[in-house]
């Protein structure tokens, strides 16, 4: 069964970090496409970082340079997808979310706020 169990949230101040962590069971991060998608509040979905099963990264225009998206190699017990978030804008404030195929995590809410 397919679980992903997304975590790190919180709350910053602007030009903060942080690093959400997306920890999977079920299958094995390195050999599949993964994503992640935030959700603000009144705002549809919107795709952050993808990175592909042979490694290639996307990124949202908003987001680039700022934000890197990484998973741990084949054979990483701990099994899990990140995103680094640097220098973090009010307007990152949202829900996050990790994908893979059509599996969904529960969400983290980052708060970017002074």
């Known amino acids: 069964e397919v679980q992903l169990q997304a975590f790190g949230g919180g709350l910053v101040q602007p030009g903060g970090s942080l690093r959400l962590s997306c920890a999977a069971s079920?299958?094995?991060?390195?050999?599949?496409?993964m994503s992640w998608v935030r959700q603000a509040p009144g705002n549809e979905r919107e795709l952050v970082a993808s990175i592909g099963a042979a490694g290639t990264t996307v990124y949202a225009d908003s987001v680039k340079g700022r934000f890197t998206i990484s998973r741990d190699s084949a054979g990483n017990t701990h099994n899990t997808a990140y995103l680094q978030m640097n220098n973090l804008k009010p307007e990152d404030t949202a829900v996050y979310y990790c994908r893979v195929i059509n599996y969904w995590g529960q969400g983290t809410k980052v708060t970017v706020s002074s």
């Open positions: 079920g299958f094995t991060v390195s050999k599949y496409a």
